[in-house]
């Protein structure tokens, strides 16, 4: 693992958001925005945060916790929220909220929220360590918390990912 400067950041310093009208191109055959494309746009705006906090190159590790709460409809306006919960050594979870703006009533429906861990590495690849994340409300120390343990709860998940990459060795491919 490289040597790179660790030091310290807040929550607000790396929250970030992401709006997306849905067009007839991201739906199903019921109208409603597909599933993979929403979990492209929580990818997404969760890496924002992970760049960000790290300012480095990140990779996501696992996605974990993913409810489809609520359908998104075509024409629908989708509003993303991404924060850094905790930073452990080289990774890092990012919590993402998928909500749906109702413009004219000026109301936010919840239609998603995913866990997304991603794991900062250098040019070649190799985990890095970043930053500790500094919570500073008592929502966010909460979530600061609540990260740790599913942290516990995800580590026999990451020993089978582990095990998994061992066993198919460097050289392998479909
Ligand atoms: C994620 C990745 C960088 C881990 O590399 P590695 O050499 O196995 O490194 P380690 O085993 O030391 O793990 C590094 C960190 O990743 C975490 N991690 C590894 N697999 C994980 C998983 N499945 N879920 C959550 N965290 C995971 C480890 O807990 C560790 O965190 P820590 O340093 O904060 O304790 C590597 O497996 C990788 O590059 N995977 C592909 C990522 C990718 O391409 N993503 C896009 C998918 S198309």
């Known amino acids: 693992m490289s040597d790179v400067k ?3 950041r807040t929550v607000a310093e790396s929250q970030a958001e992401r ?6 191109a991201d739906s199903n055959a019921l109208g409603n925005l597909f599933g993979g494309r929403l979990m492209q746009f929580i990818d997404l705006v969760g890496a924002v945060a992970a760049v ?16 489809f709460v609520a359908p998104v409809h075509v024409g629908d306006l989708l509003i993303l929220k991404a924060s ?6 080289t990774s ?23 866990y997304v861990t991603y794991v900062a590495v250098d ?25 740790g343990r599913r942290r516990e709860m995800r580590a026999g998940e990451s020993q ?5 990459r061992a066993a198919l060795g460097a050289g392998w491919h479909v």
Do not use: W
């Not at 990140?58 to 974990?64: H, I, L, R, Y």
């Not at 890092?92 to 109301?107: I, K, N």
């Not at 040019?123 to 918390?145: D, N, S």
């Open 84 to 89: 850094v919960n905790r930073a452990f050594r």
């Open 19 to 24: 709006s997306e009208i849905i067009f007839p």
């Open 160 to 164: 089978r990912a582990r095990e998994t």
């Open 52 to 67: 960000r906090h790290c300012r480095a190159i990140v990779v996501t590790a696992s996605m974990d916790h993913l409810d």
């Open 92 to 114: 890092m979870e990012v919590g993402v909220r998928a909500m749906v703006e109702d413009a004219r009533g000026q109301t936010l429906r919840h239609v998603s929220s995913a």
């Open 123 to 147: 040019r070649e690849g190799r985990p890095i360590q970043g930053p500790c994340v500094v919570a500073e409300t008592e929502h966010q120390k909460r979530r600061y918390a609540d990260a």
């Open 6 to 8: 660790v030091g310290s």
